[in-house]
């Protein structure tokens, strides 16, 4: 049976896009070459491989089995290219990354100038998504690597822990005057508790330290919710009572706001930072010098937590 690479390629390029126009901007080619190619790719087959009646496109029965399949074999040649890059200690090429909100504004202006001076050849793209849409992402190859917070415990997901992180309480005056450099869990609950909107995985961390039910917090007067970290801090200044923050955000707050800072209990509760993969093991030089970049970049309190605490589950 004769099919071409190229063709494959346009295939997978559709079955992302759902489009012919999208598909071919992609794969810089026109139209009318990308159409004439998959035409003549059904017509070597002797099967119809799109539903062309359908807006968006739609894989018939059979090209949703041939589509996933070509994304398999170009993913394996994409190995070979992989290995022959380690071999030579070259480290350049596109790396598309996924990072979660609640990661990127705190991890990405420490590490991000120092790697892509040390690697030049290195093309970076970093796009904020919620861990949900990470993993479809790299699911469907639209992304080589997630940074988020684990574990996930997803079997075609390679897990690679990062660092851990402090959960941390920012709190009003009045919790924040408790004496000692911790708050204990009841009182931070005693007031309103300031909390990210659905969709984040640090809010369902926030349930899991706190013991709450989702259902339950929405019948409670202080079921406020925000789509970012920094909001709810100001809230915390303006309006009282409390919320959580990662470790990290110490960096980018005032001194003053640095009186309101409390660590939670006693037990140091932690999230736990990865990168995830696919299993195939593509751009894995890349990954890796990432994966040094940010490492070398944390202070030094961070990278001792990993012993000194508790992880929070997703």
């Known amino acids: 049976m004769n099919y071409s690479i190229q063709q494959l390629t346009y295939l997978v390029a559709i079955d992302r896009y759902r489009s012919f126009s999208k598909a071919a901007e992609h794969c810089y080619v026109t139209q009318p070459t990308l159409s004439m190619q998959i035409k003549k790719l059904e017509n070597d087959l002797g099967l119809p491989l799109l539903d062309r009646s359908k807006q968006p496109l739609k894989f018939t029965q059979i090209g949703e089995l041939i589509v996933e399949q070509a994304r398999e074999a170009l ?26 909100p609640t990661i990127a504004p705190y991890l990405m202006p420490i590490f991000l100038g120092d790697f892509l001076r040390k690697y030049p050849e290195v093309e970076l793209v970093v796009t904020e998504f919620k861990t949900e849409e990470i993993v479809e992402r790299l699911n469907n190859e639209s992304i080589d690597v997630g940074i988020l917070a684990t574990p996930l415990k997803i079997a075609s997901i390679v897990e690679k822990p990062l660092f851990y992180e402090k959960l941390l309480a920012y709190a009003d005056d009045e919790l924040s005057s408790t004496k000692g450099n911790r708050i204990e869990l009841d009182k931070m609950l005693s007031k309103k508790l300031w909390i990210l909107s659905e969709g984040n995985c640090f809010r369902n961390q926030t349930f899991n330290l706190c013991s709450l039910n989702q259902t339950k917090y929405k019948n409670l007067e202080f079921n406020y919710e925000s789509g970012s970290i920094e909001t709810l801090m100001r809230l915390v200044d303006k309006e009282g009572g409390s919320t959580i923050i990662p470790e990290l955000a110490l960096d980018v707050i005032t001194e ?52 000194n605490g508790e992880v929070v589950a997703i």
């Open 256 to 307: 003053e706001q640095i009186d309101r800072v409390k660590f939670i209990g006693s037990t140091n509760p932690l999230r736990e930072i990865s990168t995830i993969t696919r299993r195939k093991g593509l751009k894995e030089s890349m990954i890796n010098a990432m994966r040094d970049s940010i490492v070398k970049s944390l202070p030094k309190s961070v990278l001792d937590n990993k012993d």
């Open 75 to 100: 993913s394996e040649l994409k190995v070979i290219d992989d290995i022959i890059d380690r071999s030579k200690g070259k480290v350049a090429g596109e790396l598309r990354v996924g990072i979660i």
